[in-house]
């Protein structure tokens, strides 16, 4: 850490709701945030406390006593398409919860974990290597580093930080990302879009659009995105937004 930087931030400073922040760890999250090393820079300088900025206001934390532990997202089995209880429960699915869980939908398990992989080995590279992806950094759009959700409009900042691939068959970017992690998403990528596709299907015909038009599936599916999710080891997790692993 530069002397200089931890020698600016000596002053006392304070937001617009008057709280004060202990100098030390304020420069600390800025100077983690202005050399792109995100919370995984934080978590590596072994902070104690969690910095005021990660800290959600009490209404906004997690109570264990009121998690509904008698029903989750629904969990579809695609093995067979053609069922029309699966399309029925995918729509049902989609109007209720707006989101669910597909299993058995072909993607090979080494797939799938070769892409988490790649994610540890991303974010166990050191900071300098890293921070070449950052999103004022990155050598392409079309991958990016970022921390929490928008860092400069938020109140309060999330504890995580994540790898964005974008995807374009005919672009030329993908030879840009790193190293680490491009093989392995593209990979994905090439089994995950049938079943996208299919998914589009089935939700379109839920719809009662009966034919399926070609020349708009770009349009319908949007480019593919795998993002790549960190959540590194942090002081009092129970006061974050994110995983709750501890130091």
Not at 78 to 85: A, G, I, K, R
Request: net charge neutral; with cysteine; hydrophobic share 40%.
């Amino acid at each position: 850490m530069s002397k200089n930087l931890e020698m600016k931030c000596v002053p006392i400073l304070k937001f617009k709701d008057e709280k004060l922040i202990f100098p030390i760890e304020f420069a600390k999250v800025r100077l983690c945030h202005a050399q792109g090393n995100g919370v995984s820079g934080l978590s590596k300088l072994g902070i104690k406390t969690l910095p005021e900025r990660y800290i959600l206001p009490p209404k906004d934390r997690l109570d264990q006593n009121k998690v509904v532990l008698e029903e989750s997202i629904p969990i579809i089995d695609v093995s067979n398409w053609d069922d029309p209880e699966v399309a029925g429960s995918i729509c049902e699915a989609a109007a209720k919860w707006g989101f669910f869980q597909i299993i058995n939908h072909g993607i090979p398990l080494e797939v799938l974990e070769n892409v988490k992989e790649a994610g540890h080995k991303f974010f166990q590279l050191p900071n300098e290597e890293r921070r070449k992806y950052w999103k004022e950094n990155s050598p392409t759009p079309t991958v990016q580093l970022k921390t929490s959700f928008s860092p400069l409009a938020e109140k309060v900042l999330e504890w995580k930080d994540y790898l964005m691939h974008f995807y374009a068959p005919d672009d030329e970017g993908p030879k840009l990302w790193p190293s680490v992690s491009k093989d392995q998403v593209l990979e994905f990528m090439k089994w995950a879009t049938p079943v996208i596709r299919k998914l589009l299907e089935v939700l379109l015909k839920g719809l009662n659009v009966k034919k399926f038009d070609d020349s708009k599936e770009s349009q319908l599916m949007g480019s593919p995105v795998v993002t790549l999710i960190h959540y590194p080891m942090r002081p009092n997790p129970e006061l974050a937004s994110g995983a709750t692993s501890t130091l």
